[in-house]
């Protein structure tokens, strides 16, 4: 077994033989091969004490006891950091201290981002916002396919020939923005693509988590693999090498107006692989970009001309962010109508609504589809809901609208996901450089495709979209919670007063959906004229895609307290059993969350039957249950309801035997 230790910003590999040694060993071991090999010197047991003031692991920052067996608490490889008394900080660069934690994976374990053993080949065409999220997470690999190599060595071959005969070229022998009249001679062309990043790597803000650094890195690579950026086969692979080894630059959120491509995220991505700014991978965590890359067997990268130009004209922070969002928004809206559906139960709604002739005079494709999912969830010949049956012959004519339009209000919002994801897709696979290298045609051309408009539109019509899914929850959750609405106890929860049930969870429901009133003011409507006027119209792309991440991060929550009070309202309806995947969904809350009988500490729970959600377990819950009710084609059912007035069902109505009148009860 071996260990690397970092001692005074070198490293050092430290045998350790079969691990049973401590930690305070492992410590002190490093400091005298440290002295040795560093200094020269030989150094004594009594040298040592009270030298080594803490071990940590390298990934995560984990605090190691000095008494613990090396191989309990550190595997083959791992890294460590040996902070000795003398020292102030670990060498990490100017990495505050709240965030050297937060900025680790923090929903997964960080061995999610070692290298997998699974390739995906990338050509600049075959990316899907679900590939690219998988990307993200550390699934797979990248190798380049035998076309893409053949394509970006062409497009290299021209600038080459442009170079050899001294063209005038926007941003190869020019300079770029406002001083592309400015012309650079031939020994000044690498320090100008040098130089452009490092002076457009100015952002600001939180960095990227390594998942989404991961996700921009294999799009700008996605990109570049078209052929059309003028870049050198070499600098393309040093980029898939440090995708390969999760070696990820610090990447700042804020900073881009989405024209002239996402410039300064693109930059910072590019600067910790030319071995400059702060990095993380897996084997090292936080630390200086040269260090990082040494460390993992790699080189920093050296640009050539046009290089530089390539690494940051393009809108893959806009769009990277843009398919995660697109992949949230169609979990959550499909687990969405799952909930509504458990909601329309307990609160003793009827599904004639969702009746499939209503749907076909308005035949809006997501409004269809939500009728479909809310009537096999519901009471049917297939899966019969005593809870159902049991208030069936009722004297309410009408549900509320946020329980009867589910198929309206929700269907849009599946709809315009599915446009959203359209546009996303053809974006993530398109060539957003400039100029734009055309081999076979033996230009270069300087043109648009780096404005952002595109992904910055359909991402703030995405905010506007779901927020509707959240808006309507929240008034679903009130009826749970209010008794002259529901039927049920007060906030569902026994004992009200000396318990609060679910009073505030309905609350922090109404904070959320507020909140997103305001975010969901469409950033892309405005425009800033940037480079002394060249750039007189942006997109303001990226902040369209942060705050789409923002709204849903909000709908997640806001539908995850609605699936809570949904199933504490069953408690209350038992021992009626409602339809089988509606049970399902139930058990599924269960296995994380009991049942209230008396107050007790919320915000974790609502944190558990959130990550239900962001991991679809909910959708998992009932999906088979939806293809078993369609297949081969739906049967649909049609019971007796008070809101529906029938000739046919007239004679199902149960009557009194005097005067034949309607028995009626109420909904409560």
């Known amino acids: 077994m071996k260990v690397s230790a970092r001692v005074k910003d070198e490293w050092l590999q430290i045998p350790c033989r079969d691990g049973t040694n401590t930690v305070r060993w492992l410590g002190e071991e490093a400091w005298r091969k440290y002295q040795k090999l560093l200094l020269g010197i030989k150094i004594d047991e009594d040298d040592i004490i009270n030298v080594i003031q803490e071990v940590r692991k390298t990934r995560g920052g984990a605090l190691l006891d000095p008494d613990d067996v090396i191989v309990e608490v550190l595997d083959n490889d791992d890294f460590v950091n040996i902070v000795l008394t003398t020292d102030t900080q670990v060498n990490v660069g100017a990495i505050p201290d709240e965030l050297k934690h937060v900025l680790e994976p923090v929903n997964s374990s960080p061995s999610n981002f070692l290298p997998a053993e699974n390739y995906v080949f990338v050509d600049g065409s075959n990316l899907t916002t679900e590939l690219l999220v998988n990307l993200g997470n550390g699934d797979f690999k990248i190798k380049l396919s035998k076309e893409a190599i053949n394509n970006v060595m062409k497009s290299r071959s021209l600038v080459e020939t442009f170079l050899e005969e001294n063209r005038n070229v926007y941003g190869v022998t020019t300079g770029i923005g406002s001083f592309h009249s400015v012309y650079i001679p031939p020994e000044k062309l690498n320090d100008l693509q040098q130089n452009l990043i490092r002076s457009h790597a100015a952002g600001v803000g939180n960095p990227l988590s390594p998942a989404r650094t991961r996700m921009l890195l294999a799009l700008r690579i996605n990109v570049l693999a078209k052929g059309y950026s003028g870049i050198s086969l070499n600098t393309l692979q040093g980029l898939i090498d440090a995708f390969n080894a999760s070696c990820l630059s610090w990447v700042p959120e804020q900073g881009s107006v989405g ?10 991505l590019a600067l910790g692989i030319m071995g400059e700014g702060k990095m993380w991978s897996p084997k090292t965590g936080w630390g200086e970009a040269r260090e990082v890359l040494k460390l993992n067997g790699l080189k920093p990268l050296v640009l050539g001309p046009k290089e530089g130009v390539a690494l940051v004209n393009g809108t893959q922070l806009i769009t990277s962010i843009g398919a995660e969002a697109v992949e949230r928004a169609q979990r959550i809206a499909k687990q969405a109508d799952v909930v509504a559906a458990l909601t329309l139960e307990v609160l003793k709604g009827t599904s004639r609504a969702f009746d499939s002739d209503v749907q076909k005079i ?44 589910c198929p309206q209000v929700h269907g849009i919002v599946h709809d315009t996901i599915e446009f959203v994801q359209q546009i996303i897709r ?69 004992d009200g007063g000396i318990n609060s049930g679910f009073m505030i969870a309905h609350c922090t429901a109404a904070a959320l959906v507020s909140e997103n009133k305001v975010i969901c003011h469409p950033s ?88 239900l959600l962001v991991e679809n377990k909910i959708w998992n819950a009932v999906r088979h249950h939806m293809m078993f009710y369609h297949a081969p084609e739906e049967q649909e059912t049609r019971v007796f309801s008070p809101t529906t007035t029938s000739l046919r069902e007239e004679r199902a109505r149960p009557r009194s035997n005097t005067r034949g009148a309607l028995k009626r009860k109420s909904c409560d």
């Open 524 to 611: 892309s409507v405005d425009s800033m004229s940037t480079s002394a006027g060249q750039e007189d119209h942006v997109s303001m792309g990226c902040f369209a895609a942060r705050k789409a991440l923002q709204v849903l991060e909000n709908v997640e929550h806001v539908i995850a307290i609605e699936l809570l009070a949904a199933c504490q309202a069953i408690e209350f309806l038992r021992p009626l059993r409602t339809t089988v995947p509606l049970e399902d969904v139930y058990a599924t809350v269960r296995n994380v969350v009991k049942p209230w009988d008396k107050d007790r500490f919320m915000a974790p729970e609502i944190e558990s039957v959130k990550k």
């Open 259 to 268: 024209a002239s491509g996402d410039l300064a995220p693109l930059a910072h």
């Open 362 to 405: 308005r035949p809006h494709k997501g409004q269809i589809a939500v009728a479909q999912r809310l009537r096999a969830l519901l009471h049917s010949d297939t899966y019969p809901s005593e809870i159902a049956e049991s208030h069936r012959f009722c004297n309410r004519v009408q549900d509320a609208y946020t329980l009867r339009c």
């Open 426 to 494: 053809t974006e993530m696979n398109s060539g957003t450089d400039n100029p734009i290298v055309f081999a076979d045609r033996g230009e270069i051309i300087s043109a648009g495709n780096f404005h952002g408009e595109y992904p910055a539109k359909v991402l703030d019509f995405l905010s506007i979209a779901v927020h509707e899914l959240a808006s309507m929850s929240e008034k679903r959750t009130e009826r749970l919670v209010n008794p002259a609405l529901s039927g049920l106890p007060a906030y569902l929860v026994e």
